[in-house]
């Protein structure tokens, strides 16, 4: 019964391939979130669907493009992938402004 | 642009000993502030929220404080484990709604034996 659950765990890929990784909860909250963990272990938010509607959108290439197919979902596609977007994302729920819950992340690693 | 700062970045202490973990922010107009821990290799788990109009949380051990006029917040462990080694991170949510965590750059604490 885990919480926020993120697939794959691991992902490593070629450079300039296209990749999606999957973010689910079972918490019934209303908004969901994207992270991304640099090598230096800082976090720093990416996107942020509120009922499957765009709310936060960071400086992220547009190389990047979550989908959000229902309250419960938020995934993200990655094309033409860089070595520089090798990093931990972690998808994260709330409800509304609330404590927000992370998955165990994805390490995506570029070769 | 709000930056969030956590000093010290790494500490290793005795099992037993009480210990304080420090957070600063430069925007005083925050929501709330967050903190969480992360173990090696997995997910960050919430720990304590802290509301802007709120000065302190506690759960069981563990005790965060929130002087938002300053800047600052503190976690406080009381008698500290081995199990309570692990990255500590605090994060401000800015007033404003978006509920946008800002995250600070970590505290890596060990605790041993």
């Known amino acids: 019964d885990t919480a926020v659950s993120q697939t794959p765990k691991y992902l490593v890929t070629q450079m300039g391939n296209d990749k999606s990784i999957k973010c689910e909860q079972n918490?019934?909250?209303?908004?969901m979130y994207w992270y991304k963990q640099d090598s230096k272990k800082f976090l720093k938010i990416m996107f942020s669907?509120?009922?499957?509607?765009?709310?936060i959108n960071e400086t992220v290439p547009n190389r990047f493009s979550p989908k959000s197919p229902d309250k419960a979902h938020l995934n993200l596609h990655i094309n033409s992938l860089e070595l520089g977007d090798s990093a931990v994302y972690f998808c994260?729920?709330?409800?509304?402004?609330?404590?927000?819950?992370f998955g165990p992340g994805t390490r995506l690693t570029v070769l | 642009k709000q930056e969030v700062t956590q000093i010290p970045a790494a500490l290793s202490v005795p099992e037993g000993e009480n210990l304080v973990l420090n957070c600063s922010f430069t925007d005083s107009a925050i929501y709330n502030l967050q903190w969480f821990r992360q173990d090696p290799g997995k997910g960050l788990t919430s720990l304590l929220l802290?509301?802007?109009?709120?000065r302190e949380q506690t759960s069981g051990r563990l005790n965060a404080s929130l002087d938002k006029s300053s800047g600052r917040s503190t976690l406080y462990i009381a008698a500290s484990q081995p199990g309570d080694s692990a990255t500590y991170l605090c994060?401000?949510?800015?007033?404003?709604?978006?509920?946008?965590?800002?995250f600070g750059t970590g505290t890596q604490l060990k605790v041993e034996l």
């Open positions: 994060a401000v949510v800015p007033s404003g709604g978006g509920n946008k965590l800002t």
């Open positions: 994260a729920s709330s409800q509304a402004s609330g404590t927000q819950y």
């Open positions: 669907y509120n009922n499957k509607e765009l709310i």
């Open positions: 802290i509301q802007s109009s709120q």
């Open positions: 918490l019934g909250h209303d908004t």
